[in-house]
């Protein structure tokens, strides 16, 4: 079987795209689709025609190019049965746990709720590539807006047993207001240093920094290290539980003015 290719690219002001494509049946999808101009020049830039569109939550930066990209190229768009009178242009709604085959491929359908009620993410386990929408950042997790933050710990969180060579493709360039953040909680990190040293360095080149992988995120991520004895003395948290310590980071980040 042909691995897929994956194009990612920025657009709007720090949303990613990113296109997906299989050479051998030519099928080829959108994960989200932030801007429809953005998308429709990358797909001609490769010569490809869209056959999908996985969407992850209702956000306007995530759908924006649904019915114009549909218009275009007749694509089927698949998102969150949960948010399916949010999805514009819905031909195939899906909830966490299910599967389904795009491409020769099983694609599995994860729950993450915190950011928007009924949040998935999007994961080929034999591509080791997840699609988390706004649910993981490097070295992040999106806001909660819709729901709560128990909710988004387990989100988060579940994707801890994902193979650590998993690639995590996201949606914004956030990495390094990320990385100033989770410095504040985790300061003696060796790992954490030497990565704010090497997204800097990105940036300074006007680089992208994702897809992260999972052990990067498993080492740097203060939202899947909730256990970690120096963010809980940092926090003053050394005897809760990994749920409020989450509280506690995703509050303060919140209000994180680095």
Known sequence: MSHIDMRQFMCLSDNYGLIIHDSVTGATASIDAPDADAVEAQLKKFGRQLTHIFTTHHHADHVDGNLRLKELF?????????EADKIPGIDIQVSGGDKFIWSHREVMVYDCPGHTSGHIAFGIANEFSLFAG??????????VI?????QMYHSVNQFKTLSPSTYVYCGHEYTEANCSFALTLEPGNRHLQNRAVQ????????????PTTIAEELQTN????CNSPEIRSVLGMETATDVEVFAEIRTRKNNFKG
Not at 74 to 82: L, N, R, S
Not at 134 to 142: I, K, L
Not at 146 to 150: A, F, S
Request: glycine residues 16%.
């Open 74 to 82: 007749g694509c089927k768009i698949i998102g969150p049965k949960a």
């Open 134 to 143: 706004d649910t993981v950042f490097a070295m992040g997790c999106g806001r």
């Open 146 to 150: 819709e729901g709560t933050l128990e």
């Open 199 to 210: 997204v800097a360095a990105k940036r300074a080149r006007g680089e992208m920094t994702c």
């Open 222 to 225: 203060p939202y899947m290290r």
